[in-house]
């Protein structure tokens, strides 16, 4: 029993024992052992050499020492607040997901937005995606919608991902330029990748450098699936609707932005929230039918396309309040670990060949970038409804099952027998059919990489092409190829001459390359979108 004078508490409120002298802790190892000497190694004579018994400075080193862990892959640079989603009222015709089956209720969350290409150091505003990772602690699993504040993709297929990221990020011989789409291997893979092209406009225009992570939409992108307690599916596509509105700096302002404030975006949505003012966002939405995945002109399984809100309008279920700050940047940003793999019961994937890779991708790096298979016992990443497996062991296990059983089937009593699997309840795959033959094709679905382009070129209003122009003009002249630059404004044309050939004048071409041969027409009367623009919303 310490006497009352001998107590600290902790930043934490725990107990301490204090420093004589003083109302402060005593400074210990990690074993719990006072140190009396912090500033010193112990040394042999007054000039001699540091002896290596010296647990005290050993330890304080080979703690320093191993304190990084590897940066992400992509989204290295990023920022997570915690928050909840309020479900307005019960989705049960639609779905059997716990979170959505009463009005009013609450499901906790952490959402981590991050920019793509840049290192974790990088600044907060360079022409790039945004990502929008959400999880959710529902009360039957985490359920993670990873998704980016555009609602398409680069590539049509997984196996395209470890290209498209290393054709983005710095060239490897020289390490620059970082968190940049202007160099020439991007444009170089970018006017090779036709499939790109959608995405492309998306990010040229005014949607890659929002004014802050609290004016962004959020899009789960792929099309999932919904399944009720009947096991009726509807094909739906998640979107986040921001409340402050959608918002954008301009070029100039951004570059000004990341001299000044690399910190930009995180320092104001630190600010958003310490200050009462949390940012909110509607979960939105779009259901259809497999009538409407026939009838519709593009096929739904191919993350290049989005279905326009007019052909398949939003509907608004519930809001997501981000309203607390992480008290430990790396204990919670760093460590969330988000995986498209981790769904709930009520809801499922698509045969999107993008999603079904990165299903695999997310677990795999989150292995080694957070050190074993135990990350999921981190607070952070730990669900907030009851655990019970026979998973143990491995690296920094700290929950490993209890008692005797640790297999199933198992003939144990209750007590000491374990959990017990749940056809009811339990997560059951939707019975999709399958078949066919084993083959590396793209479908002839997926072949039209223009059309989509071309309808939110003519979406954007006058100022906002004005703004796209700009960025390919900005961009393209810092390729040192002219025939990088020829071949993207070759693939241009597809989507529209005038963007073509304002592009190609920007760049100081003095004749519009021919346009590329497209692998199939582009359809030119698609009706324009206004909810592409952001001027509009
Ligand atoms: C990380 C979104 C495609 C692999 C992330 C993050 C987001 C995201 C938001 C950051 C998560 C965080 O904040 O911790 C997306 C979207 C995609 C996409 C919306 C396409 C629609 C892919 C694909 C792959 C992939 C195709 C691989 C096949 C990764 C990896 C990470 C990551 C490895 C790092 C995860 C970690 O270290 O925790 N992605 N991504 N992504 N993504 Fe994706």
Request: charged share 25%.
């Amino acid at each position: 029993e310490l006497g009352e004078e001998q107590v600290a508490r902790g930043a934490g409120g725990e107990t301490h024992q204090t420093a004589e002298g003083t109302d402060r802790p005593t400074l210990t190892t990690q074993q719990g052992i006072p140190v009396a000497d912090d500033q010193n190694t112990l040394r042999l004579g007054e000039r001699g050499p540091a002896l290596l018994e010296d647990f005290h400075f050993r330890e304080k080193i080979f703690h320093f020492d191993h304190e990084r862990i590897p940066e992400r892959v992509v989204h290295a640079r990023g920022f997570g607040v915690h928050g909840f989603f309020e479900n307005y009222e019960p989705l049960t015709d639609l779905t059997r997901a716990d979170l959505f089956q009463r009005a009013g209720a609450r499901t906790p969350a952490f959402v981590r937005f991050s920019t793509v290409a840049g290192n974790k150091g990088s600044a907060d505003l360079p022409r790039d995606v945004r990502g929008f990772a959400v999880k959710l602690y529902t009360q039957e699993g985490n359920w993670d919608l990873v998704g980016n504040n555009i609602p398409v993709f680069f590539i049509q297929d997984a196996i395209k991902f470890p290209d498209v990221i290393h054709a983005a990020k710095q060239e490897p011989d020289r390490g620059f330029p970082q968190a940049q789409t202007a160099h020439d291997n991007f444009w170089d893979f970018a006017s090779l990748t036709p499939e790109s092209t959608h995405m492309l406009m998306w990010i040229m225009s005014d949607r890659a450098i929002p004014r802050s992570f609290r004016f962004m939409e959020g899009f789960g992108v792929h099309t999932f699936r919904l399944v009720n307690a009947e096991g009726r599916s509807t094909y739906v596509k998640f979107h986040w609707k921001p409340k402050q509105g959608l918002q954008s700096v301009l070029w100039n302002e951004a570059v000004k932005i990341n001299g000044a404030d690399p910190d930009f975006h995180r320092r104001d949505l630190w600010d958003a929230i310490t200050t009462g003012a949390y940012p909110e966002w509607e979960l939105g939405l779009q259901l259809f039918d497999d009538d409407f995945a026939d009838r519709f002109v593009f096929d739904v399984l191919d993350p290049t396309k989005l279905i326009p809100e007019e052909e398949v309008p939003i509907r608004r279920v519930g809001r997501l309040v981000l309203d607390r700050v992480v008290e430990n940047f790396f204990a919670e940003t760093e460590q969330v670990a988000f995986c498209t793999q981790n769904i709930v019961p009520g809801i499922d994937f698509t045969n999107d060949p993008l999603l079904q890779g990165r299903n695999f991708s997310y677990l795999d790096t989150q292995l080694k970038r957070l050190g074993g298979p135990n990350f999921t016992q981190l607070p952070v990443n730990a669900p907030k409804c009851p655990v019970a497996h026979f998973q143990q062991d491995g690296h920094m296990a700290m929950t490993n099952p209890r008692g005797r059983a640790n297999y199933e089937p198992n003939s144990w009593p209750a007590d000491i027998g374990g959990p017990r699997e749940d056809p009811a309840r339990g997560f059951s795959s939707y019975p999709e059919q399958g078949g066919g033959t084993k083959r590396r094709l793209r479908p002839e679905s997926f072949a039209d990489h223009y059309s989509q382009a071309r309808q939110f070129w003519e979406s954007q209003t006058p100022v906002e092409q004005a703004h796209i122009v700009s960025a390919f003009v900005f961009e393209l002249s810092k390729c040192e190829r002219p025939d990088i630059r020829a071949r993207m404004v070759a693939g241009l044309r597809n989507v529209h001459d005038d963007l073509a050939a304002q592009v190609a004048a920007g760049v100081g071409l003095t004749d519009l390359p021919h346009r590329l041969p497209p692998a199939r027409e582009p359809i030119t009367d698609l009706p324009a979108s206004t909810a592409l623009s952001i001027l509009h919303n």
